[in-house]
C-alpha cells in the first residue's frame, strides 16, 4: 500500500488520494459531494471498505474461541491489529491496547473502573472548558457517585486554555486530570504534553481525549507519559462503532473489569470467577471483530500517506478557508495559534441551522449545531455554529464551493 | 435561488423571523412552559393567559433558527382568542401536514397563515424547529414544570 509520497503532496498524489474514496464521487442534488463535516466522522478508502468485505467473504468467524481454520485467521487478524495500534501510538505492549465501542465508552470504562473504586469525597476532577460532552457528563456521573467534585479550567477569547488558570486549578486533592487533546469545536491543540506533566507533579493520573488528534498529529504516548489515552476509528478513516483506550499496564492491572461476560474470563463457577488477564479483561462478549480489522488497514493507509504530508495539505486548506472567512466578514468561534484544520463560524446573526440547510442545497455537507460543547457555546455567547472541518482529501475548489454559497445565505436573510 | 429553498424561506416566513409577533414576557399569565430542541440548542419560553377555555393573550420569547421564530410567532396570531379545543385541533392539523401524513393534503385551507411553514415538509430535520413552539404549548397547557424537549 506505500504511496512513498513526499512531504508535500502534489496535485496528483492529491487526485490519486480523492480516487481512494469512493463517496467522494457521490452527488447530492446533482451536485457534486462537497464533505467539510470531517470531525464528526471521516470517508472510509477502498482498501479500509475492501478490508470489511475480505473479511465477510473470507474469513468471518468469531475469535480465541475456534480451533478451526477460519476462528484461526480471524483471531491472528484481531490481534494483529492490537499490535498495529500499539505501534501507531508507540505503547509498550500490545496488551496496553482495550478495543472499546469509542472514545466515549473508553472514557466511561476509565471513570467507572479506575475512578468508582478509588475518589473520595472532595477529591477533585480536573476538565477543560472547551471539552465534548462525552468528557464532560461521564466525570459528572462519576462525581455524583463519589462525592467528588468536577473543576473546569477556563479558556481565553481566542478559544486557548489559560495555562495559569489550569495549574490553578491543580492541587493534591485533583485526582483525575482528562483532557481534550483538540477541541472537536474550535480545533484548538491543546499543549497537553506541558499539562501533562504538571498533572503528574500534584499526582493526579491523565486521560487524554484524542478523538480529534489522531487523524492530524503522530501521538506517542511513552512520549507524552499520559496514563490514558482514547480515540475512536471512525474519525480516523476506520469503521463505526470501535475505538482504542491505551492505558499504563500496571493501572489497567489494577483495574476491575468494566463488563462482565464471555470473553473476559479464565473461569467460571457459581462460587468464583477468575477474569481473564490484559486485553481480554475488558473486552466482555464477542468484539468488534470486522471493526480492528478495518481499523487496521485504515492506520495502514494513514501512514503509506505520511503525516508530514497530512498535516501540510491539512494546515493549507485551513489557512485558506480562514483567509476567505475574513473576506466574507465571518465571525471565527475559535482563533487559537496552534490549531488544527476546524473552522467554525456564524454567518452575521444568521441561525446555523439556516445556514446549514442552506448550504446542503449546495451540496455541502457541514455540521451545524453545538457540536456536543454546550457549555463552550454558552462561553461564547451563541447557540450553535457552522462547522467546516477538512481532511487531506479536501480541495481548495471545495473551499470556494463552502464560500461562494455564503452571498447566497445573506441574499435570503438580507 | 432553489425551489425548495424558496419555498421553505418564503417571505411571510422571514418577516415573522425579522419582526416576530407577541413577543416577550407576559405578566401576569395561567400558564407557561419553556421548549428546547437539544439538536441545535434552540429555546422557546411560551406564556399564555387563559380564561374560562379562551386563550386570552400569549407571548413567547427566544433564541433559535429562522423557522422555529417563525413558526412561535405564527402560533401566537393564529391562537389568540382561540379556544383550548380549537388550539389543540390546528395543532394536530399543523403537525399531520408537517410530517406529511396522507390526510393532510386537505389540511392547507384550515391552516391559514401557518400554511406558510408546509415547505418544512421537504426537510425533515427541520421539522422539529417549526413544531417545537407547539409542543412547548402542549407543555404549558398541562402545566408541566420541566422543560419539554423535542427529542
Not at chain 1, 85 to 104: D, N, P, R, Y
Not at chain 1, 247 to 275: C, D
Request: hydrophobic share 40%.
Amino acid at each position: 500500500m506505500d504511496k512513498h509520497f513526499g512531504k508535500v503532496f502534489s496535485p496528483s498524489d492529491l487526485r490519486e488520494i480523492r480516487n481512494d474514496f469512493p463517496i467522494l464521487k457521490v452527488k447530492i442534488k446533482h451536485r457534486p459531494l462537497v464533505y467539510l463535516d470531517n470531525a464528526a466522522t471521516s470517508q472510509k478508502p477502498q482498501c479500509v471498505i475492501d478490508a470489511l468485505d475480505r473479511y465477510y467473504s473470507h474469513y468471518n468467524s468469531n475469535v480465541h474461541r475456534g480451533l478451526h481454520e477460519l476462528s484461526e485467521l480471524a483471531t491472528t487478524a484481531y490481534e494483529q491489529s492490537r499490535q498495529r495500534v500499539a505501534h501507531f501510538l508507540k505503547a509498550k505492549e500490545s496488551c496496553q491496547i482495550i478495543f472499546v465501542k469509542g472514545t466515549t465508552e473508553a472514557i466511561n470504562l476509565v471513570a467507572q473502573s479506575y475512578g468508582r473504586p478509588l475518589l473520595k469525597k472532595d477529591d477533585e476532577i480536573l476538565i477543560t472548558a472547551l471539552e465534548h460532552h462525552s468528557n464532560i457528563v461521564p466525570w459528572q456521573v462519576l462525581c455524583e457517585q463519589t462525592g467528588a467534585k468536577l473543576r473546569v479550567a477556563p479558556i481565553n477569547l481566542q478559544g486557548e486554555v489559560i495555562q495559569e488558570e489550569y495549574e490553578a486549578c491543580l492541587s493534591e486533592k485533583t485526582k483525575i486530570v482528562a483532557l481534550a487533546h483538540i477541541s472537536n469545536a474550535l480545533g484548538t491543540i491543546l499543549p497537553i504534553k506541558a499539562m501533562i506533566a504538571k498533572a503528574r507533579a500534584v499526582g493526579a493520573i491523565t486521560l487524554i481525549d484524542g478523538a480529534q488528534a489522531i487523524p492530524h498529529l503522530r501521538v506517542d504516548v511513552q512520549d507524552l507519559d499520559c496514563d490514558f489515552y482514547a480515540f475512536s476509528a471512525h474519525k480516523v478513516y476506520g469503521p463505526t462503532g470501535i475505538g482504542v483506550l491505551y492505558g499504563k499496564k500496571e493501572l489497567l492491572e489494577a483495574m476491575p473489569p468494566y463488563q462482565g461476560g464471555g470473553e473476559m474470563i479464565q473461569s467460571v463457577s457459581f462460587e468464583k470467577t477468575v477474569y481473564q488477564n490484559l486485553p481480554h479483561k475488558f473486552e466482555a462478549g464477542t468484539p468488534h471483530i470486522e471493526g480492528a480489522i478495518g481499523l487496521h488497514v485504515a492506520l495502514d493507509y494513514l501512514h503509506s500517506l505520511g503525516y508530514e504530508g497530512i498535516a501540510h495539505q491539512e494546515h493549507e486548506l485551513l489557512l485558506y478557508a480562514t483567509e476567505l472567512a475574513h473576506k466574507h466578514h465571518l465571525r471565527i468561534i475559535g482563533e487559537a495559534k496552534e490549531k488544527t484544520s476546524i473552522l467554525s463560524f456564524m454567518v452575521d446573526n444568521i441561525h446555523a441551522h439556516d445556514v446549514g440547510t442552506i448550504l446542503n442545497h449546495y451540496g455541502i455537507a457541514v455540521r451545524v449545531g453545538h457540536h456536543c460543547a454546550m457549555p463552550l457555546m454558552e462561553f461564547f455567547k451563541v447557540p450553535s455554529t457552522v462547522r467546516a472541518s477538512f481532511a487531506f482529501y479536501n480541495t481548495q475548489d471545495e473551499i470556494d464551493a463552502l464560500f461562494e454559497v455564503i452571498p447566497k445565505v445573506r441574499e435570503v436573510f438580507q | 435561488m432553489n425551489d425548495e429553498l424558496a419555498e421553505l424561506y418564503q417571505e411571510l416566513i422571514m418577516e415573522h423571523n425579522r419582526h416576530p409577533r407577541h413577543y416577550g414576557v407576559l405578566a401576569p399569565c395561567t400558564h407557561q412552559a419553556a421548549g428546547f430542541n437539544p439538536l441545535c440548542g434552540d429555546q422557546i419560553k411560551l406564556r399564555l393567559q387563559i380564561e374560562n377555555d379562551l386563550i386570552m393573550a400569549l407571548m413567547f420569547e427566544g433564541k433559535g433558527c429562522a423557522i422555529s421564530i417563525a413558526s412561535a410567532s405564527l402560533l401566537t396570531e393564529a391562537l389568540e382568542g382561540k379556544s383550548l379545543a380549537e388550539a389543540h385541533e390546528l395543532f394536530t392539523l399543523f403537525h399531520e401536514t408537517l410530517t406529511g401524513q396522507p390526510e393532510s393534503s386537505h389540511h392547507s385551507a384550515r391552516l391559514g397563515k401557518l400554511a406558510a411553514l408546509i415547505g418544512v415538509q421537504a426537510f425533515p430535520s427541520r421539522v422539529k424547529c417549526a413544531t417545537l413552539a407547539w409542543h412547548t404549548l402542549e407543555a404549558a397547557l398541562a402545566n408541566k414544570d420541566t422543560p419539554v424537549s423535542t427529542e
